[in-house]
């Protein structure tokens, strides 16, 4: 059986090229909570209830679809689901910008 290479790990380090807005500076370093969502769904009480152990959860979106990133509830990026090591990752493949 053949073994799936995992790419190299991508660090989210901060890039030193990009320095923010000397307004902005201070900010630099305040930590900010990125969440990747697959899908969102809605299930009854009843549905919810009956969750146990082992249980699945049909999402409507397509096995190998992108997730999307949002940071404090705005969508910023779309990205694809990577294999890191032995944890999942996810590579940036569209940056939402303000234009």
Partial sequence: MAQ?????AI???PNPAVE???EYAHLADVPLRIEAVLDRL?????????LQ???V??????AG???????GGIKLASGEIVVIENTLGVRI????TGD
């Fill in 53 to 55: 152990l082992g249980s």
């Fill in 65 to 71: 679809d992108n997730v999307d990133l949002y940071v």
């Fill in 57 to 62: 959860i049909s999402l409507m979106r397509p």
């Fill in 20 to 22: 923010p807005a000397a």
């Fill in 11 to 13: 660090q989210a380090a």
């Fill in 93 to 96: 493949t569209d940056l939402l």
């Fill in 42 to 50: 809605t299930m009854d009480m009843r549905a919810v209830g009956n």
């Fill in 4 to 8: 799936l290479e995992a790419p190299p």
